[in-house]
């Protein structure tokens, strides 16, 4: 059974940083690309990132240069640094095996001062 668990949301100032994490089961990890993606409150919930299996790494334009999407595959693991963060970076954020509909139950980000 695949299985994704996010996780290092939290409450930060504008400027600050997090580190958030992804940790995948129940599937050959190394094998996909993975996505991080993110809804704002009474919004669509939108692509933010992607790295592929072999470690390609894409981004959306409205993040580029603040947010850095890498996996460490002996983890089954898959994380987004993020940077300079701003109130708009706010909502739930999401992973997910870009060739599957599996979505882990996201992780919520909150900048506010």
């Known amino acids: 059974q695949v299985q994704l668990v996010e996780s290092g949301g939290g409450l930060v100032q504008p400027g600050g940083s997090l580190r958030l994490s992804c940790a995948a089961s129940g599937m050959i990890f190394s094998a996909y690309d993975m996505g991080w993606y993110r809804q704002a409150p009474g919004k669509q919930r939108e692509w933010v990132a992607t790295?592929?299996?072999?470690?390609?790494?894409y981004y959306a334009d409205s993040v580029k240069g603040r947010f850095t999407i890498s996996r460490d595959n002996a983890k089954n693991t898959v994380y987004l640094q993020i940077d300079s963060l701003k109130p708009e970076d706010t909502g739930v954020y999401y992973c997910?095996?870009?060739?599957?509909?599996?979505w882990g139950q996201g992780t919520q980000v909150t900048v506010s001062s």
């Open positions: 997910k095996i870009q060739s599957m509909n599996y």
């Open positions: 790295i592929s299996n072999s470690g390609t790494t």
